[in-house]
């Protein structure tokens, strides 16, 4: 069965940095892109990057281009998300998914979660002002 992993989160002061990584297993990695979203409490889960199979096309939330760099290692069936600058408001559980729809390119509409197949459990992000 598909299992999707994350892992990274933890706690950090505002300007710092973090990396989060995801690791799935039962399905053939390269075959999907993979996303990261995130949900704070009382909001909605929404889209903050897309990356396609061998990391060849990637797309960002507006407000976290510049600051949050996704990647892939397709050997090693992992995902990251390289976070730098942190924001108070960057502070949720985040997601990582999997996209199977669009055989390994993330879709026109990337940041809704109704395109993904797997979700993983989530790692929590708090960033202290």
């Known amino acids: 069965r598909v299992q999707v992993v994350e892992s990274g989160g933890g706690l950090v002061q505002a300007g710092g940095s973090l990396r989060l990584s995801c690791t799935a297993s039962g399905l053939t990695f390269d075959d999907y892109a993979m996303g990261w979203f995130r949900q704070a409490p009382g909001k909605e889960r929404e889209g903050v990057s897309c990356?396609?199979?061998?990391?060849?096309?990637?797309y960002y939330r507006d407000s976290e281009k510049g600051r949050f760099t996704i990647s892939r290692d397709d050997a090693k069936n992992t995902l990251y998300l390289q976070m730098n600058s942190l924001k108070p408001e960057d502070k949720a559980m985040y997601y990582c998914a999997a996209e199977a729809r669009t055989h390994g390119y993330c879709s026109d509409s990337w940041w809704h979660v109704d395109e993904y197949n797997y979700w993983g459990q989530g790692t929590q992000v708090t960033v202290s002002s």
């Open positions: 990356i396609s199979w061998s990391g060849g096309s990637t």
